[in-house]
């Protein structure tokens, strides 16, 4: 039997790959998505990008046409090539716009 936590990032991650923004403040990234599930997200490190864990941001998962909506989150992980993200609120898969 499989112990399971209530913590969002311990749900079901599924690799996927699409484009997202990462904004913080006044500064966005662009990053490439790695997988998700409907707790957050991973992300390989933006060039450039200094998010640490605990920073609070919104991440806009980019349609085909470049539209995307902003989904409220926080840095849960944080490491020299990847970043991974918890949502506030639990998201549908995958979190695009409708």
Do not use: K
């Not at 998962?61 to 970043?83: I, K, N, Q």
């Amino acid at each position: 039997m499989i112990a399971t936590s209530p913590n969002q990032r311990s749900s079901n991650r599924i690799p996927y790959a699409a484009e997202l923004v990462v904004v913080s403040g006044r500064h966005a990234w662009r990053a490439e998505l790695t997988d998700l599930s409907e707790g957050g997200c991973g992300v390989f490190r933006p060039f450039e990008c200094d998010l640490e864990e605990g920073v609070l941001v919104q991440l806009f998962f980019l349609d085909e046409t470049g539209h995307g909506e902003g989904v409220d989150a926080r840095v849960a992980r944080d490491d020299p090539r990847r970043l991974g993200f918890e949502y506030h609120e639990p998201r549908p898969l995958p979190p695009l716009p409708a």
